[in-house]
Structure formats: structure tokens, C-alpha cells
């Protein structure tokens, strides 16, 4: 029995390796440990720790880590408490292999803590690019610390690659997130407007705008999407929250502003939970913001994407994604691209550069046969 742990940090991440939480647990020769970190246990982000508990997953650690502020020095402190924090849970678990995905800066501090226990670490997601935030040298710091790679498309194992990493211990896998979609049991319109209490009577967008790490423009780069959003005529516009990084309260501040002016317009809603935040996407006539699930869920669910700014350049998108600065001309300019009957009739291909669904069946099968034996000595791999 070899002792797998995954650690996750926030409700996104939960969202996309909960198929390979359940595989884990269901295998005969894997003994599943999970913790749970970061903004999954803060009011203010839901509390969603407790949706991993309705899920039916026992949580073995719970790591207090954010700190209440949003500044860069509050993530800085936050990151040193969670390798505090997490280096003691995972020297009681004594875990054979780490589990990791994406670039959250609660993903480094577990990193950093699993690389000085000696724990073998396995990356999802790795050598993936987002220009415009810190998470570009968190997500390629993770890589360098790993031992096994996951990643979701074949130029990002060839970037892992070229970082050095042994090729037979890269592996392409695909998307996670295709897995929700092509499983979705999608729940109806009802159920959701009765969820964010929220009458969905007219033409619905989805929005989640997340702040730019590397820049501080973040509220005033909000403000322009919400002049953008505000002449969206006879439209119901939901918002997620933003992330748990420098700036995320402020443009949660704006937004709930926004909602507040506009009752029957708008409505911000902290955490949908996967099952209704696809249900919802596959409802609307667009998705807009600048959150990774506008590139790699919502082309393979049929709906066009408005990506903002600089967060996600870098990373591969499909026809049915429309790129634009964050001023309010061109934001308005690409939500009229993406709503229109042309843009709609590309993104009902479903097409998406992320290949197929059957991620997670992957990774479970590639973890439970590796060979943990020697992992540790990593050895460069010059090209």
C-alpha cells in the first residue's frame, strides 16, 4: 500500500482533481491522504473545505495559512506560515509521493516542504505560461522541485523538457477540467437560481476576474470590465470571487459594489461548486474575465470566451476565445466578438487544443505503477 497525498488550496484546484481524488481512494492498492490548505478555509472564499467533506472525502490535515490581509506581504507571510504548517503535517503522514497541481503559491509551500522532507513530488499542470502573474515562476519553481510530470498538452511537456526534466517522466495527459465536463450531470436552472438567489429571466454571462500578480492596476483594470458589463442591456451577469492573492478582496469589494447597484442585473456569488459552475457555463452566452476555465472548460462546453488582459497569455486557447486589453473600449468591443451568432457557431465545435477527456484515469494509473525507487536523484536533461 503506498500512501498517496494530495494537498489542495483552493475551491478551482479541488474542483479539477476531485476525479482523481476519487480514483485514488477507490484503488485496491493506494491508501489516500488529503489536505486541505489556503483559501478553502476562509469564511470570506465559503468555508469550502466543507464541500470536500460533502463529497465524502476525510481530511487528514487542515493548514490555517492565509493571512486577513491581501497584500504582497500578507501572501509572502502566508506562504511562509503554510510551510510551517504543512511541514508538520506531512512529517506525521510520512506520504510516499506528493501530489500537486497548477501554480498557487499555496502549491509552493507545499513544494518547498515535501522537496526538504525527501518526499517525491508529482506536478499536474507544468509548463503552462501566465505572463502577466507570479504564479508563471511558482508553476516552473514546482516543476524543478518534481519528479514526475502531468501536463495538458504536448508543447507544455516539451517546455517541461527543456527545463531539464528526464522525458520519461514527463507525460502528457491532457486537461483535467475536460473530465468534469464530459461527466457533467448538469443541474437545472432552477436549482441554480435558487442556489445564488438570483433570478436568471434573461440572457446570462459568467464572470471571474482574478487580479494580475505582477501588476497593481488590478481595481482599476476591474473597473473598466465593470463599465464594460454595465451597458450589457437585458442581461443577468453572475460573478465569482476573485482569488486569494494581492488585491483579491479589493476587486471583490468593487464587484460586490456593482451587484449592490444593480439588484435584478448582477449577482456575485463566493463558490458555485463545480457541478453548478459548469451547469451555469453551458447556460450562458459567454464566459468573461480572465480565469483559466475561459480557455480550458468553457471551449470544450460549447461557450465563446472573453480573456482580459495579460493573465493568461501564454497559455494555448481555442477559435472560440476572444483576446483583449483590460480598457473598456476593447473589452466591450470583445463581448459583442463573443455573443455574436458567429462566434457561437465556432465555439459549438467543442474544439480545444487540451486533446480528450481521461486525465485523471491517467495520472491514477501512472502514479499507482511508478516506480518511487530512486525518484529523488533527479539528474538534468540536457538538450
Known sequence: MRKICVITGTRAEFGLLRNVLNGFRDAADVTLQLIVTGAHLVAEHGNTYEEICSAGFEIDAKVDMLLASDSQSAVGQSIGLGVIGLTNSL???????????????????????????????????????????????????????AHVHFTSAEPFRRKVIQMGEQPSTVHNVGALGLDNVAALEPVSREVIENFICFKLDAPILLVTYHPLTLETKGAASANNLLEALAEQKDTRIVFTGANADALGQAINEQVQMFCTSRPKHAVQVTSLGVRRYLSLMSLSEAVIGNS???????????????????????????????????????????????????????????????GAPGASKKIIELVRGLDLEGLLFKRFYDL
Open 91 to 145: 512529517a506525521r503522514l510520512k506520504p510516499d509521493l506528493v501530489v500537486l497541481l497548477g501554480d498557487r503559491f499555496e502549491a509552493l509551500a507545499a513544494a518547498q516542504s515535501a522537496m526538504v522532507l525527501n518526499i517525491p513530488i508529482a506536478h499536474i499542470h507544468g509548463g503552462e505560461a501566465t505572463e502577466g502573474l507570479i504564479d508563471e515562476a511558482i508553476r516552473h519553481s514546482i516543476t524543478k522541485m
Open 292 to 354: 483559466s476555465s475561459g480557455l480550458l472548460e468553457a471551449p470544450y462546453v460549447g461557450v465563446p470566451t472573453v480573456n482580459i488582459g495579460a493573465r493568461q497569455r501564454g497559455r494555448l486557447r481555442s477559435e472560440s476565445v476572444v483576446d483583449c486589453e483590460d480598457t473598456t473600449d476593447s473589452i466591450l468591443v470583445a463581448i459583442a466578438k463573443a455573443r455574436s451568432p458567429e462566434l457561437r457557431k465556432i465555439a459549438a465545435r467543442r474544439e480545444t487544443p487540451y
